[in-house]
């Protein structure tokens, strides 16, 4: 499995190594497939974060027992069982 370089000082917020993340974790390994077709969708293990003027990707592993979510004490961070993502809520978020 490949891996992708960030480079916080170039990063735009394209979103594209969240996009092809995605492919290189689908089934299908095809861009059209695994956003149209796969059924669950494929997670990316990538997450570009937008504070501006910054942005910046930042890995996420979507695990099936985040510590992340256990971790954190506002209940900001959740696990979506049905589709297997982090979710993060910025309401709710004390830090």
Known sequence: MGKILVKPEVCIGCH???IWCTV???KSKNILK???Y???KPLPRI???ERLPLTFALPCRHCLEPDCV???ISGALSKDFE???VI???LKCVG
């Open 38 to 40: 796969e059924k669950p």
């Open 70 to 72: 256990f971790a954190c």
């Open 47 to 49: 997450i570009v974060e």
């Open 34 to 36: 695994a956003f149209l």
């Open 24 to 26: 290189a974790h689908s």
């Open 16 to 18: 594209l190594c969240e």
């Open 88 to 90: 993060y809520d910025k």
């Open 83 to 85: 589709t297997g993502r």
